[in-house]
């Protein structure tokens, strides 16, 4: 098992659909992470949790749901999406949520919003 | 506002050269710093991390350098291979929370 995996891989949805993304972390780490990366920008912030306790959010719109039921799981509930939501989103854990920064990252979902 | 800007957003360099990758930081007062490597359509591996005290990392044939003062960090690889090819990105911790600030990447391509 690899350190943090990210199902689905590639997720192409319509704007009325409603998808979720999962991020699973065998790492024993507390603090996980969702980022986006979209074409010629750098990677954004969405959210962190930090023990189940979602401790930041940086202005995502409600449209992007993050659940997390424990330390291990992670999911991004995903409903009427626009196209310009279509982006790599990138799941990431590291030990604490401190700053350290030590981020461990998942392979990403590759989401196609047409 | 922090930003981090990387230069050359792209890079093309035969096998065996020595090349440096730049990135610059507006806000010096940062706690770390970390660069990372981006496979295409992959996650972000850490490749090496520098605490705002120390001046230099290394690991194996890459060096990393910070000058908190002003504001740089280099990435140095020696004898690039064409599995060096990647796109590397420069990260910053700030002081004031939990968020690490991304430049948008050097991409290098090393040619055989």
């Known amino acids: 098992e690899t350190g943090v995996t990210q199902t689905p891989r590639h997720l192409v949805m319509g704007m009325t659909n409603k998808k979720s993304l999962k991020c699973e972390q065998h790492l024993g780490h507390n603090a996980m992470y969702w980022y986006k990366q979209s074409a010629k920008k750098p990677l954004e912030l969405m959210f962190v949790?930090?023990?189940?306790?979602?401790?930041e959010n940086n202005s995502v719109p409600s449209r992007f749901s993050p659940e997390c039921p424990n330390s291990s799981h992670l999911f991004l509930h995903l409903h009427t999406l626009q196209p310009e939501d279509s982006a790599l989103y990138l799941c990431?854990?590291?030990?604490?949520?401190?700053?350290?920064?030590?981020?461990?990252f998942g392979s990403g979902t590759q989401l196609s919003v047409l | 506002k922090q930003e981090v800007t990387q230069i050359p957003a792209a890079l093309s360099v035969p096998e065996g050269e020595n090349l440096v990758l730049n990135c610059s930081f507006t806000d010096s007062a940062i706690y770390n710093l970390q660069w990372f490597r981006q496979d295409p359509g992959k996650g972000l591996t850490s490749l090496l991390l520098?605490?705002?005290?120390?001046r230099e990392q290394t690991s194996g044939r890459l060096n990393a350098s910070l000058d908190k003062s002003s504001g740089r960090s280099t990435l140095y690889i020696a004898a690039s291979q064409p599995g060096d090819s990647a796109t590397y990105l420069c990260?910053?911790?700030?002081?004031?929370?939990?968020?690490?600030?991304f430049g948008k990447g050097t991409t290098l391509s090393v040619s055989s």
């Open positions: 949790y930090s023990l189940e306790e979602r401790v």
């Open positions: 520098i605490q705002s005290s120390q």
């Open positions: 990431a854990s590291s030990p604490t949520s401190n700053r350290d920064g030590l981020l461990f």
């Open positions: 990260a910053v911790s700030n002081q004031a929370g939990t968020a690490l600030i």
